[in-house]
């Protein structure tokens, strides 16, 4: 058997809120590397909204969910400071998704602070300083929609129908503070994120150390030579270049018997289902915790517009909260991303 790995991001422009990187990795038959993953377990998943059929969507985040489609209905709430009212924006097929998946892996968290330790427990301590996730314990998931638990059991089946099985999901969230504090330290905001690539895939070559293991890389930026970040990263490997190119760029590692073969690749998560797959973990995190965001502010003032965080908007949001609420003291370290 092989591992086959993804990774993908979410949050990498805005200027509010975390950004989240996550892997998900599948043991394969060696003959399924190569493969289209959409259409070999097209039985029980697909990669577009049509014809979806009870399928489990995995695609590109961007394309499962936009923060203004939701409608209210009953889903993760976080509880508003007193005088609020809860959050109920639908996540749609981003939430069934993730939490089909994490059910392949006998994962059923119940709220986001059981979602943070089964991902990425390392941040739980961190976010637990801000004053606007003290509630996560208390903003409940929703059960999915009645299909959902229907749909991870036909996804798990159709894996196993293939001699294959989802082995590992993973998620760093680097909050805002600790997202500062590291490009202060590297100045430069592209590296943060590579080296936070960098520990995911030494988690998989930690767990999975007598496995051939492939890991997919959705590519952010133009950066498409990488053999001296990775000499560094990985200094006990030998490496050779398969490829550098303006669309992909592929390297061999190797020690001790073992090759590992890593891509970088522009528009991986709508190439290699698993990166679509760690696309999707990494929205919904950060949705889940700038859902935590809104509500804890708006709950201060009922004028205020909710923000996805991005450049434009996460610059109004803030310009609103100083000019509706000139008596809050807010830690722009922990509120505001530098450049």
Known sequence: MAILAGIDEAGFGPLLGPLVVSCSAFSVKPELLGVDLWQTLGRSVG???????????????????????????SRASCPRSEGGTPSTRSLGHLERTVLAVLRCVKREPANLTALLTSLCPDCLPRLLEYP??????????????????????????????????????????????????????????????????????????????????????DRQGGRAHYREHLLRSFAGMDLRIVAEGAEISTYELWAGGRTVRLSFEVGGDDLHLPVA????????????????????????????????????????????????????EIDNHRLIRCR
């Not at 014809?51 to 995995?58: F, T, V, Y």
């Not at 208390?138 to 294959?164: N, W």
């Not at 709950?299 to 949001?317: E, H, I, V």
Request: net charge positive; aromatic share 8%.
């Open 47 to 73: 990669k577009t909204r049509k014809h979806l059929g009870g399928r489990l969507l995995i695609a590109d985040s961007k394309k499962a969910y936009h923060r203004d489609e939701g409608v209210p209905v």
């Open 277 to 328: 797959l760690a696309s999707m973990v990494s929205k919904y995190l950060r949705e889940l915790l700038m859902d935590c965001m809104n509500d804890y502010f708006v709950g201060m003032s009922a004028d205020l517009k909710p923000t996805a965080g991005y450049w434009r908007d996460g610059q109004r949001f803030v310009a609103e909260l100083r000019r509706r609420l000139p008596q809050l």
């Open 132 to 217: 606007w996730y003290q509630k996560m314990p208390q903003c409940d998931l929703t059960r999915g929609p009645a299909d959902m638990k229907i749909a991870s059991h036909v996804f798990a089946g159709d894996l196993e129908a293939q001699g294959a099985k989802l082995v590992h999901l993973r998620s760093c969230c680097l909050d805002v503070a600790y997202y500062n504090d590291m490009v202060g330290r590297v100045k430069n905001k592209a590296q943060v994120l590579f080296i936070t690539v960098t520990q995911l895939i030494q988690e998989i070559l930690n767990r999975f150390s007598d496995d051939t293991v492939h890991i997919l890389v």
